[in-house]
């Protein structure tokens, strides 16, 4: 099932680049349940907000879905390596788990960059899981960017 998880994440993506979107996905989800909370493509263009990232998005609708701010046990799957304030986020809502695809060495804040959860004042660290599916986020994002160039 995670393997699905993952695939609904590229749809997500898919579909953020069809409307001109950076093509990045995610999706939260309650493992305990199979149960997907939120689903969401970036939409920072759509919206012009610098914080419409895949995982704000997912973090937030999931998080007022549960009404909750913690979303302990929940599990991340995205397309692309957070960046350094979707990384925070994740660590501020305590997720339990972020799953994600293709390594961004340029702007990403798991395993490149500030790699906020190995910071001595992160609060909270989630499992982490890259490199999940990677050739094909990094092909949808080589082509995106391809084509605009």
Request: proline share 5%.
């Amino acid at each position: 099932m995670p393997t699905d998880f993952m695939m609904l994440a590229f749809q997500e993506a898919e579909a953020a680049a069809a409307r001109g979107e950076v093509p990045v996905g995610a999706v939260l989800v309650d493992p305990a349940k199979g149960e997907v909370l939120a689903a969401a493509g970036n939409q920072t263009e759509a919206t012009f907000d610098p914080t419409a990232h895949a995982e704000m998005l997912v973090i937030r609708a999931a998080a007022a879905k549960l009404g909750a701010a913690r979303l302990a046990g929940c599990d991340l799957y995205v397309t692309l390596e957070p960046c350094t304030m979707c990384a925070a986020a994740a660590s501020h809502a305590r997720l339990r788990k972020v799953i994600y695809g293709a390594y961004d060495p340029k702007g990403g804040g798991v395993d490149h960059g500030s790699r906020v959860f190995d910071q001595p004042t992160c609060h909270h660290r989630p499992e982490v899981v890259g490199g999940v599916n990677a050739s094909r986020a990094e092909g949808l994002l080589k082509a995106f960017f391809a084509a605009r160039r």
